[in-house]
């Protein structure tokens, strides 16, 4: 969490205060000065930062794994990836488990691709 939130406090520091300026002497409130001006600015960071917060999920397994059998409350702090092997080794439900896999890779292809797409547009510019 700390990395999502510095990554962000930086990618906010780095907008224009002249933007900011010129929006709110056109009128706009905070709610619009944020979404039209400050969303915009850091939408590409955002994606990186899901993107990298899926994969930090999956890369946890081992610590909420080994916690959980020391006696959390499995259903609470559960993550994809402790479900994932939940459903495949432990309950024998391979086919679930195979399913949920692949649609996880699907929802990070999807919010990744036009990210990447986006980014080869501007080195091809």
Request: aromatic share 12%.
């Amino acid at each position: 969490m700390p990395f999502v939130a510095f990554t962000l406090y930086a990618g906010l520091t780095q907008i224009p205060e002249e933007v900011i300026e010129a929006a709110q002497l056109d009128g706009a409130n905070a709610f619009q000065r944020f979404r039209l001006i400050q969303l915009p600015y850091v939408r590409t960071i955002i994606t990186v930062l899901v993107v990298l917060s899926m994969i930090w999920d999956l890369k946890l397994f081992t610590q909420v794994f080994v916690l959980q059998d020391i006696g959390g409350d499995r259903e609470l702090t559960s993550t994809i990836g402790v479900y994932i092997y939940q459903m495949g080794m432990a309950q024998g439900h391979y086919g679930v488990a195979s399913a949920i896999g692949v649609i996880f890779v699907i929802v990070m292809l999807t919010i990744a691709y036009p990210y990447v797409r986006r980014t080869l547009r501007e080195e091809e510019l």
